[in-house]
């Protein structure tokens, strides 16, 4: 019989494992316990005892392939088993809390420090749990009230078949009276699938429509919840004082436009003074490795331009490069191309920082998704008017807000803030006279 | 409810308990009132003010502060034919009267064998927030409750004190008459104009929903209303019970809304321990415990002596809307 030996779990967080080398080659026989594989993870190093005796049959990991736990790496036919059949698709059942625990139902004699796990064969063991430190929420998740038990019944429904939408994934009523119904309840994991679980928390589905998901729509959701997964976001946002760039803005735009063809918003000023702190403060300009922080050369801002269905940053390149008045031209450039459809890849790559002006939309305060590999990502509110206290008078001035998301792992709150605080005090210094 | 009249005019329960006693006094004159204070002072919370002018000391009693005796003299006059309403000025002075209440007055039909009964009302303010300290912030309905041949009501909207109260004076037996003196001058609603009862032992739904049954009465009523209508705004559908009675209890209206939610949650002001959701949470789990869906869940009063005068105290005592808000997310989350 032909047994699939899969990625043992070489500890409880561990996902996935690396073959270091194989022990054996195809054809070779194989003991029962005897190691016949090595397996490196961010953890241990371990030898991998096999689970059977047999004679290596084919191996489907190489060596430095790295596979999630559970997925197959090699086949051995057991010795004094019957015809080699196909090997069953059946997922694995992780069982090894390695090195220390020994799965009861192999008890492998010899385990001990250094040598791993037994892996798991697919005949479908119900899964070994370790005698202790069986969680009390995973018990509540398994109980079910009386309610729910009469329901079942009452319907014959096989709760095994369910996923539960309670509390710690208790199955409700609510869940029994829907699979009875025969409405979309979720289909419970196999288990021990290497699939990791994910409960969803929504019950079943309520009437409605189903809009279609648009390539750009999908990507949208890819990217942002791989950011926020991988970089832990923090937030902080600082008020500024543009009257005075908003009075030059006003003063400077209809000669640009005449001149230019683009017309002249408050973008640029705030590209600007965002690109010139960028250079004070490379730190925000920046990848986060696992090697180490990328500090880039160049500065190249992502400019966020929201569309009716969806949401596009192409990028300014070398935006340290560029003058306001270039800038203006190089985003007005940027977003004409995004509304008529026009951009090309290359437009839309090698972002550094991007600038979000979520106050187009009369946004005051928003938290942004930090664009994936980069260090962080700046709102502009929108600017109202608002009576400010300068110099113990009270005064009216026209007011933004700033937004910073920021990936924890590259800075912290206070570089966060002298960012900020310089970007402030360039946009408060900007005024009539200046160089455009 | 059997209205007389479908007119109605908007009041709070002070104007209600002092309209339905005003017309049970000039409709009925085997009707009188006694108690502390009722009489030429009108009562703490004005209720009987003026009433001594207009129905005399004969019917409008004010009594030494001897509440025992407010009882005793109001059982005999009971007994004897009259239609006495009798008033403890504060719950939290009803302990002298224990004995009358429990020994006397609930026995008197079974003790006679039918041939007395004790049609005696006795009316007192109940409940805290108020700032009412040790003594006048109590609720007692707990003390009570467990003697059979008492009746007990706790409305809390100006329509029901009306057809409670008027339901209490016709009922040939004794009833104690719980008045939340938070909501005296808090709660406002219409009031049917006219004689009409509404029956003794019946429950309303103020709320309806159908994901959590939220049993209460008096005061917190009116918060577990508030929080069911935030809960609304998040989609969540809570139904909320105002029991009005405590004794006889509507186990029908009850047992329905569980069957059909299948959660419970009840909110008392009154200590936890043996309070009356502990009555309501035994009769759910012995009649539809295969109808729960999570265990019944109580917000009360701590089993504390008394709630304390410091506003600190005081707050840790009430329940909130909040936490009634988020102990109703919970259940419903479960």
């Not at chain 1, 976001?233 to 436009?257: G, I, L, Q």
């Not at chain 2, 927030?129 to 059979?148: I, N, T």
């Not at chain 2, 406002?188 to 739904?205: C, L, Q, R, W």
Request: proline fraction near 6%; aromatic fraction near 6%; include cysteine.
């Amino acid at each position: 019989m032909a047994t699939t030996i899969t990625m043992p779990q070489l500890g409880e967080t561990v996902t996935e494992g690396t073959v270091a080398q194989w022990l054996k080659k195809p054809g070779d026989t194989i003991e029962k316990y005897e190691p016949f594989v090595e397996v490196s993870t961010d953890k241990v190093n371990a030898e991998v005892p096999s689970p059977v005796s047999g004679v290596l049959r084919e191996i489907i990991a190489k060596e430095g392939e790295t596979v999630a736990t559970g997925a197959a790496i090699a086949i051995i036919d057991e010795i004094g088993a019957e015809a080699a059949t196909e090997p069953s698709r059946a997922p694995a059942v992780p069982v090894a809390q390695l090195p220390e625990v020994v799965p009861s139902s192999y008890g492998a004699p010899g385990a001990g420090p250094g040598v791993a796990a037994i892996p798991a064969v697919a005949h479908g063991n119900g899964a070994a749990r370790n005698g202790r430190g069986a969680s009390s929420e995973a018990d509540r998740g398994r109980r079910v009230s009386p309610a729910v038990r009469r329901l079942a019944r009452e319907h014959q429904v096989d709760l095994a078949a369910i996923r539960g939408t309670g509390t710690d994934g208790r199955i409700t009523a609510n869940d029994v009276v829907a699979a009875a119904n025969g409405s979309k309840a979720t289909p419970a994991a196999a288990p021990g699938s290497a699939e990791p679980v994910t409960r969803s928390t929504y019950a079943a589905p309520l009437p409605g429509t189903l809009v279609a998901l648009s390539q750009a729509r999908k990507i949208i959701a890819e990217r942002t919840v791989e950011s926020l997964a991988t970089a832990p976001h923090a937030w902080t946002m600082v008020e500024v004082d543009v009257s005075n760039v908003w009075a030059w803005r006003a003063r400077e735009k209809d000669r640009f436009a005449r001149e230019k063809g683009f017309s002249l918003t408050l973008l640029p000023f705030f590209i600007h003074a965002v690109v010139q702190a960028l250079k004070r403060n490379p730190l925000l300009n920046s990848r986060f490795t696992a090697e180490g922080i990328q500090i880039h050369r160049d500065i190249n801002v992502g400019i966020a331009i929201g569309l009716d269905t969806n949401l596009i940053v192409p990028v300014i390149r070398e935006a340290d490069s560029l003058s306001i008045g270039g800038l203006a031209v190089a985003a007005g450039r940027l977003i004409e191309k995004a509304r008529t459809g026009k951009l090309g890849a290359d437009e839309l790559a090698g972002g550094t920082f991007t600038v979000n002006n979520t106050g187009a939309n009369g946004s005051i305060l928003s938290k942004p998704i930090i664009t994936g590999g980069q260090a962080g990502i700046v709102t502009m509110e929108a600017v109202v008017k608002r009576a400010v206290v300068i110099d113990d008078a009270i005064a009216i001035r026209s007011m933004m807000n700033m937004c910073l998301s920021l990936d924890h792992r590259v800075i912290d709150g206070t570089i966060a803030n002298a960012f900020l605080g310089d970007v402030k005090k360039r946009l408060e210094t900007m005024g009539p006279g200046g160089d455009l | 409810m059997a209205v007389a009249s479908t007119k109605s005019v908007v009041m709070n329960n002070v104007e209600a308990v002092r309209q339905t006693l005003h017309e049970a006094l000039k409709n009925d004159e085997r009707t009188l009132i006694l108690g502390e204070d009722v009489g030429a002072r009108g009562n703490v919370f004005l209720i009987t003010k003026g009433f001594i002018d207009e129905f005399g000391p004969e019917r409008i009693i004010d009594t030494p502060l001897a509440e025992a005796s407010i009882v005793g003299v109001a059982i005999g006059m009971a007994m004897e034919g009259l239609r006495p309403i009798a008033e403890i000025q504060f719950a939290d002075f009803i302990y002298p009267a224990f004995n009358q209440i429990v020994g006397e007055a609930a026995k008197t039909r079974y003790r006679s064998n039918g041939d007395y009964t004790c049609p005696l009302v006795i009316r007192t303010p109940y409940g805290g927030g108020v700032r009412g300290a040790l003594s006048h912030s109590v609720s007692v309905e707990a003390l009570f409750y467990h003697v059979p041949g008492l009746k007990i009501v706790a409305p809390s909207f100006p329509a029901d004190m009306k057809g409670l109260l008027n339901a209490a004076i016709d009922d040939p037996d004794p009833v104690l008459f719980l008045e939340h003196k938070k909501t005296y001058r808090l709660v406002k609603g219409e009031v049917p104009s006219g004689h009409y009862t509404i029956p003794i032992g019946k429950a309303d739904v103020k709320h309806p929903g159908d994901q959590l049954t939220v049993v209460s009465y008096g005061l917190y009523v009116h918060q577990a209303i508030d929080a069911a209508q935030r809960l609304g705004t998040e989609g969540m559908s809570v139904e909320v019970i105002d029991l009005r009675s405590i004794r006889p209890m509507d186990r029908t209206t009850i047992l329905a809304s569980v069957r059909k939610t299948r959660k419970l949650l009840i909110i008392h002001e009154d200590n936890k321990f043996g309070g009356v959701g502990a009555e309501i949470s035994a009769m759910v789990a012995e009649e539809a415990f295969f109808d729960l869906d999570a265990p019944i869940r109580r917000l009360c009063g701590p089993d504390v002596p008394a709630m304390g005068y410091a506003a600190t105290l005081e707050e840790e005592f009430m329940i909130s809307t909040d936490r009634m808000a988020d102990s109703m997310r919970e259940l419903i989350r479960f």
